[in-house]
Every structure is written in structure tokens, then in C-alpha cells.
T-cell receptor, first 110, second 109 residues
């Protein structure tokens, strides 16, 4: 039981490049989330998916897209990376009131 | 004004002492309150949840909630070096979970 896994762990992009952050959970949870964490800002919700086939915007969705591929997988795509998207990205899944976080992806956009 | 406010710290606590962390929130309709612990370079993990006014104890941790004052706190008794981490307060309003920026705790031997 791996919980929530994320790939890659670390990525460097140039401005304008695109990439997809992958997330998978093996706990059979319906709800999944993408957050970014910046110093002094706490965790901010980018997008979430309440169930397979549904996605909704969170607090900071601009510049991102998501896909809930199936119940296990929820990916985050940056179509044209900007330096402001330099951050640590966490994926999470939820059971009742508990959110379980993946190990995070550190993204640096130059 | 941020919806969930915490003192960023660092809060320096001698080993064996009590660490007291505070959190205020702006949404009076909030119903659920959580404390997450995050070690440096790691992901957050849930350590406490509280839903009604009063105290809730779990081992060395006590969460306190006062909805009238829109205030939730976390006490860590007999602090250990392994408690050195950032503690995130999270508050759920109508479907939304909002996180504070976290308080860094440093337990000194």
C-alpha cells in the first residue's frame, strides 16, 4: 500500500515549456486535490476532483489544467510554465475528513 | 486578511516544556478544524482534528477550540526534538479546506 505517489520528485523547466505532474493513490478514495505550497503562503488549492470524471477549480487555477484519468490518477498540467509557478506541488486524496498527501514535486521555472 | 492566520514563528521550546500554537480564522460558519504536522522537505500529515468547542486530547497533543472567538490552538506537552516541525492549521468552511501558513516549532535540547 503506497498511499499517494507523485512523479517527478523534482523538475526544472524553462519559461514557456510544458509538463504534466502525475499523481496516483491506491486507497480507493473518491476525492483528490492539487495544492501548491509557497513560503509564507501555506497550502493553496489549485484544482480538485470530488469523484472520477469531475474536476473543479480551487483558489489558484490560472495557468493549470487537470485530468482525472480514473479513480486512481489525477494529473496536473502546466501548458506554458512561468517563473511564478515555481513552487512545491502536493497531491492529496481524502477519506472523510482526513487528507493524505503525496511526497510532493519541487518545480523550478527559470 | 487571510482566512486562516498563524504566527509564523519560529517558536523555540525547551525539551520537556509545553509548546502552545495558536490559529485564528475568519469564516464564522467553519465546522471542522485540523492540525497538520510537516517536517522540513516532507508532506503534511494530520495529527489532530476537532469539531466542537472545548479540548480534545490525543497523547501529548491537545487541541482547543473556541468558535465564539474563532480561535483554535494546539498544545504539545513534554516537547521532544522530534516535535521540531512546521504545524499547519486547517479550517473547513462550506466544502472548502483553508490552510494557514504554518508555525515553525524548534525544540531545543
Amino acid at each position: 500500500n503506497a498511499g499517494v505517489t507523485q512523479t517527478p520528485k523534482f523538475q526544472v523547466l524553462k519559461t514557456g515549456q510544458s509538463m504534466t505532474l502525475q499523481c496516483a493513490q491506491d486507497m480507493n478514495h473518491n476525492s483528490m486535490y492539487w495544492y501548491r505550497q509557497d513560503p509564507g503562503m501555506g497550502l493553496r488549492l489549485i484544482y480538485y476532483s470530488a469523484s472520477e470524471g469531475t474536476t473543479d477549480k480551487g483558489e489558484v487555477p490560472n495557468g493549470y489544467n487537470v485530468s482525472r484519468l480514473n479513480k486512481r490518477e489525477f494529473s496536473l498540467r502546466l501548458e506554458s510554465a512561468a517563473p511564478s509557478q515555481t513552487s512545491v506541488y502536493f497531491c492529496a486524496s481524502r477519506l472523510q475528513e482526513t487528507q493524505y498527501f503525496g511526497p510532493g514535486t519541487r518545480l523550478l521555472v527559470l | 486578511q487571510k482566512e486562516v492566520e498563524q504566527n509564523s514563528g519560529p517558536l523555540s521550546v525547551p525539551e520537556g516544556a509545553i509548546a502552545s500554537l495558536n490559529c485564528t480564522y475568519s469564516d464564522r460558519g467553519s465546522q471542522s478544524f485540523f492540525w497538520y504536522r510537516q517536517y522540513s522537505g516532507k508532506s503534511p500529515e494530520l495529527i489532530m482534528s476537532i469539531y466542537s468547542n472545548g479540548d480534545k486530547e490525543d497523547g501529548r497533543f491537545t487541541a482547543q477550540l473556541n468558535k465564539a472567538s474563532q480561535y483554535v490552538s494546539l498544545l504539545i506537552r513534554d516537547s521532544q526534538p522530534s516535535d521540531s516541525a512546521t504545524y499547519l492549521c486547517a479550517v473547513r468552511g462550506w466544502g472548502k479546506l483553508q490552510f494557514g501558513a504554518g508555525t515553525q516549532v524548534v525544540v531545543t535540547p
